[in-house]
């Protein structure tokens, strides 16, 4: 236990000090909006792409001020001059508030449209949808060739690979490329576009780099895909014996389900030991799943699971106290409420209608009030999702 919580701390630590490496920008804090607040990249650069900046929630969200987006997007220009991509980014003043899109999903990420010539970053709490894919998710650009992406905020404890590789590899997608790569196929995580972005994701192939010559235009392609349905083969059906690594192994991109639909309650509850409170193997190589592991496993049985795999969600919902799993349970929350759409059971209905209430958490239990808050608002949108025709 000692030495998990070392590790974890010390991997924040390093996170955070390997995080400030590079000369910061200048920047215009209260630039009036439209007005240009920085301009970093290469000033003789070929391309300037202007930039607007969202983001859902002020308060949860206040790391994100201009200086920071503007350093983060230095970075990713100096990242990409060493792949032959020349950019320069103006950022737009000043940061514009979408609170509706605190933890986005599908519906939600439709009400910021693209617009030819400017490229639309928007920061998020959470992403608990993609296309086909739910979980825990770093990015998402919802329509491939389209220059609006997401990004969720950073977490240097849970989230491996930097915020420029995420930032980068959405906008390859904004600039209408695919992943080179798929679960179950060779990886290649030395490229940026690999499907799981890893610290070490920093190359683009050359036509990878050309394609960035578009970015922040609307690109035209004969398809589209949304944005993780957009391998350009459909992912294999993966049986329950497949399960458990594939969880395991899932990368930033949440797990597809389309390819896990047909799994039944016995197949999705082989996940359960994921999320027990302590490790089920006791070695010396077994730690604690890791935030994102555990939180694609509840998402899974909450949205894709009947009867028996929804009461486990309910139950560990109401079991599972304290901030270490709120996060958590949050994703798993509205996860129960896209879940049925698919399966509805009158014991999650009944569940999801009583958790709207910040009393339902908070009784009985030693939980802060802000998060009886914050569960309560996730179960008013999961009760809305449930409520709603898939
Ligand atoms: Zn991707």
Redesign the pocket.
Known sequence: MRFRFQGILFSCIFALITGCNSTAPKVVENAAPGALACSVGDQAAGRVIQVEVWRGRDDSLSAYGVGQVCQRLQDVSRQLLTQGVNLRFEVLGSVQIHTGLGRANNNLMQSIQASEGQLKLVIVDAIAQCGDAAGYIL?C?PQLGRPVFYVKRHDSCNDRAPEWVIWA??M??AAALY?PDAPGLATVPERI?T?M?MPQSSVLVTYESANFAQLGSIVNMPRMHA??G?LPFSAARINAEQLLPLVQEAGP?GVSLGQLAHLDDAALLSLAPLLEPEPTVVNAASTRPSVPVQTNALVLLAELGKGEAQAYVRQYLRRQIGSETLNIRLYGLQALGRGQQRHPTEESLTFLAQAIEEGFWCVGAQQPAQACAALAEAARDALRDAQTKP
């Open positions: 990015g650009t590899h959405e390859g997608h992943h576009m499907y972005p944005a993780t957009m991109h």
